[in-house]
């Protein structure tokens, strides 16, 4: 296995993605961040320094961290935050595991700052392309995101200040890997300049298929893409291959990855449109800046300096819902079963309440989740913790059903596990949004979702022959959403909700898995110096 080190420099910076300037944070000055790229079972090493006013963390999303739980990146639970002028070094193996992930901030909402970027692990030697079925030449990463233009910490104090509830900020814009061009007359109270935006360009091949990474990194909205005069096959699913299915319109929930191979249309016009729009009708308010389409170029071969396509779009016919694309169709391609029954059920409702602080949070049954900046779940049961003090929360014994002791003394939900477990976890949506949420360190068997309440019959209908797995999956607006996976890789985990907003506003749970494993654990001792460091908790949210 190589190594791949990286050097980050993490600073603010005004930035015109679209030509409205913002202030950023990013890494290196560049936005999207930069790409990691690597092959199975290599090592990354990342020195983060952190040159902006805030102290930041990086986590990499959907990658297992099996025995270095501590290299997760999430504040509150793994580490503390890296302060402001203090460095920190990310040391981790992409085992595994390949496809398309990503990294962001797991700080605040500071992913939504600019602090974001692609992961793409290749598997070894021939076995990418044949676990990909189709053949393409290249590949390349297409990053979707909504785009605010304030910084996220503002937006979160007004969201979360009382009498604001379920007023989620809305976008103003939308990017395709950093990139779009707004019409600056448009925004006559904002600082904008069109020099040097331009849609994002791909030049692809005419003679062969290429592949698409379209990853969602915003922070709140649903995309339809669509290929003008394209159809395409969908081949990945959240670093899973699956066996090919033929689509031409894909939506994208954030956090979620998709592959898709595009073949060159025959005869080639040269130039199309990528359009990517934010599912809008999803939001609760309008937001009178906002242009919700963003466009790409695809680029077959340049009829003089052309670069405005005159391809057609396909026809708009469709009722696009808030929730995942339909993937009851899509087949691993290596299979895997379910396991037939499992050992816990963890049965969540969530929902958005006004409570003891008066401000409106998301809960997980009686819980809000508020990171500990100074005290990490992880630190804390490394150092003694569950021996010592508070034993009843950490150390309760194991006992299956239904919401035996989901009880949070703390605001902390944290479901606690022994050897390796099987984990059903049924969500219940409460509440009018579509929530994709995601687990840290593992691939869940999606195995049923609906509206209203699951059927009484629901386990005897599951199909766990080779049910798709994945990292992120939603829960629609009132309705349920079931998945099961084996708590095998040992460390403290989040579950949560991938829309900024939600995960700010509480939407977060713990499952501490095999915690016998955990307990043996020597965190290293540059976690114990992030603690320390002056200014840890600068830019924690409201
Ligand atoms: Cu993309 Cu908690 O993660």
């Known amino acids: 296995p190589t190594t791949r080190e990286y050097h980050w420099t993490i600073a603010e910076h005004e930035l015109n993605p679209d030509g409205v300037y913002r202030p950023m944070m990013l890494i290196n000055a560049m936005f999207p961040g930069p790409l990691i790229e690597c092959n199975e079972g290599d090592e990354i090493v990342v020195h983060v320094h952190n040159e902006a006013t805030n102290a930041t963390s990086i986590h990499w999303h959907g990658l297992y961290q099996n025995g270095t739980n501590w290299m997760d990146g999430t504040v509150g639970i793994t580490q503390c935050p890296i302060a402001p002028g203090r460095s920190f070094t990310y040391r981790f193996n992409a085992s595994g595991q390949t496809g398309t992930y990503w990294y962001h901030s797991h700080m605040s909402m500071q992913a939504s700052d600019g602090l974001v970027g692609p992961i793409v692990i290749h598997a070894k030697g021939d076995e990418e392309k044949r676990l990909q079925e189709v053949p393409y030449g290249e590949d390349r990463v297409v990053l979707v995101s909504d785009h605010y233009y304030d910084l996220s910490s503002s937006l979160l104090m007004q969201y979360l200040a009382p009498?604001?509830?379920?007023?989620?900020?809305?976008?103003?814009?939308?990017?395709?890997?950093?990139?779009?061009?707004?019409?600056?007359?448009?925004?006559?109270?904002?600082?904008?300049?069109?020099?040097?935006?331009?849609?994002a360009l791909f030049d692809l091949s005419s003679d062969s298929n290429t592949r698409l990474r379209i990853i969602n990194v915003g922070a709140y909205a649903e995309f339809q893409i669509q290929i003008d005069e394209h159809k395409f096959l969908l081949t990945e699913v959240d670093g899973v291959d699956v066996h090919p299915q033929s689509i031409h319109r894909l939506n994208i929930n954030p956090a979620q990855r998709y592959s898709i191979i595009l073949t060159p249309p025959n005869p080639s016009k040269g130039l199309y449109w990528m359009r990517a729009r934010m599912i809008t009708h999803c939001f609760a308010y309008e937001e009178p800046?906002?242009?919700?389409?963003?466009?790409?170029?695809?680029?077959?071969?340049?009829?003089?300096?052309?670069?405005?396509?005159?391809?057609?779009?396909?026809?708009?016919?469709?009722?696009?819902?808030?929730?995942?694309?339909?993937?009851?169709?899509?087949?691993?391609?290596k299979a895997i079963a379910a396991p037939a029954h499992a050992d816990d059920q963890v049965y969540l409702r969530s929902s958005f309440q006004i409570r003891d602080w008066r401000l409106s949070r998301g809960y997980l049954n009686d819980s809000t989740y508020r990171a500990n900046l100074t005290h990490p779940t992880l630190n804390t049961l490394t150092t003694g913790f569950a021996q010592k003090q508070d034993v009843f929360m950490y150390s309760l014994s194991l006992v299956s059903g239904i919401n035996t002791y989901l009880f949070d003394p703390t605001h902390t939900l944290v479901y606690q596990t022994r050897g390796i477990r099987t984990i059903d976890i049924l969500l219940q949506n409460l509440d009018d949004g579509n929530h994709p949420f995601h687990l840290h360190g593992h691939t869940f068997f999606v195995?049923?979702?609906?509206?209203?309440?699951?059927?009484?019959?629901?386990?005897?209908?599951?199909?766990?022959?080779?049910?798709?797995?994945?990292?992120?999956?939603?829960?629609?607006?009132?309705?349920?959403?079931?998945?099961?996976?084996?708590?095998?890789?040992?460390?403290?985990w989040p579950f949560h909700c991938h829309l900024g907003w939600h995960s700010e506003a509480g939407l977060l749970m713990q499952f501490l898995t095999r915690v016998d494993e955990v307990a043996k654990w020597t965190v290293p001792a540059e976690l114990d110096r992030l603690c320390a460091a002056e200014g840890v908790e600068k830019g924690a949210g409201p």
């Open 163 to 199: 009498g604001n509830e379920n007023d989620e900020p809305v976008p103003q814009s939308a990017l395709i890997n950093g990139r779009n061009i707004r019409d600056c007359s448009d925004l006559p109270n904002r600082n904008c300049s069109s020099t040097n935006t331009s849609n």
């Open 447 to 492: 195995l049923a979702s609906g509206h209203g309440y699951p059927p009484a019959n629901l386990h005897s209908t599951l199909n766990l022959t080779n049910p798709l797995r994945r990292d992120t999956a939603s829960v629609e607006a009132f309705g349920w959403t079931l998945i099961r996976f084996v708590a095998d890789n040992p460390g403290v």
């Open 289 to 333: 800046e906002l242009k919700e389409e963003v466009r790409g170029v695809i680029r077959y071969w340049a009829p003089g300096d052309s670069v405005a396509p005159q391809s057609k779009d396909w026809p708009e016919i469709i009722e696009v819902e808030c929730r995942d694309l339909n993937t009851s169709a899509l087949k691993p391609i």
